[in-house]
Nanobody, 123 residues
Framework: QVQLVESGGGLVQAGGSLRLSCAAS????????MGWFRQAPGKEREFVAA????????FSAETVKGRFTISRDNAKNTVDLQMSSLKPEDTAVYYC????????????????WGQGTQVTVSS
C-alpha cells in the first residue's frame, strides 16, 4: 500500500532552519505531484508548497515564499521541504501528500497523506 513517511521535525528557535523529508513507497513516485501542508492546533490544514512530477515546477504559499523551498529526488522517492527563517507562527504538524496533478493547493485534491511531523518554533 501507499506510504508517505515524514521526518525531520523538531524544536527550533525563531530564525533557525529545519529540513523535512518525506519518503514514499507503494506508488510510482515520479507520476505524482507532491505537496506539503501544515496544521496548527485549532486551525485548518493549510497549503505550504507543491512540486510537479519532474520537479521542474513548484509554487508555495505567500506566507512561506522566500523562506521555504520544496524539492524532490525521483531516484530516491523523496520530497523535501527546506525551511529557513522560521517563525513561531510556523509551528504546526507538517504533512506531505501526493496528487495526480500539479498545481492544486486544496488539501482535498490530494490522494495520499503521511502521518505528519511536528515542527515547533520557539520565540
Amino acid at each position: 500500500q501507499v506510504q508517505l513517511v515524514e521526518s525531520g521535525g523538531g524544536l527550533v528557535q525563531a530564525g533557525g532552519s529545519l529540513r523535512l523529508s518525506c519518503a514514499a513507497s507503494g506508488l510510482t513516485f515520479s507520476r505524482y505531484a507532491m505537496g506539503w501542508f501544515r496544521q496548527a492546533p485549532g486551525k485548518e490544514r493549510e497549503f505550504v508548497a507543491a512540486i510537479s512530477r519532474s520537479g521542474d515546477n513548484m509554487f508555495s504559499a505567500e506566507t512561506v515564499k522566500g523562506r521555504f523551498t520544496i524539492s524532490r529526488d525521483n531516484a530516491k522517492n523523496t520530497v523535501d521541504l527546506q525551511m529557513s527563517s522560521l517563525k513561531p507562527e510556523d509551528t504546526a504538524v507538517y504533512y506531505c501528500a501526493a496528487d495526480w496533478t500539479y498545481g492544486d493547493s486544496r488539501a482535498n485534491a490530494y490522494l495520499y497523506w503521511g502521518q505528519g511531523t511536528q515542527v515547533t518554533v520557539s520565540s
